[in-house]
């Protein structure tokens, strides 16, 4: 579990790149480079409020170990003290 101050997601990942999605901290933050139809499927779920999976890592790969999770919560108040 990484803890960020910010995160930006970049859909600019070629699919001939070899990737499924890669992530990375930068400064203080979390970069998360996603397809361009990957980003479709985000801003589609963040517009209906919809939790949302990118699975980092190597398309030839099994063993994956990365992903991001994008979780709505009920109450902000709770889970984002400080």
Known sequence: VTGASFVVFNGA???SSGFLAK???VEDGLM???TPEMMESLRQALRDKK???ITC???D???IKEY???CWV???EKTNKG
């Open 61 to 63: 790969t099994g063993d």
């Open 51 to 53: 939790d949302f999976k």
């Open 13 to 15: 990942l070629k699919t």
């Open 74 to 76: 009920e109450n902000e």
């Open 23 to 25: 992530s990375s901290i």
């Open 57 to 59: 890592g190597k398309t």
């Open 32 to 34: 998360v480079q996603i």
């Open 68 to 70: 991001v999770d994008i």
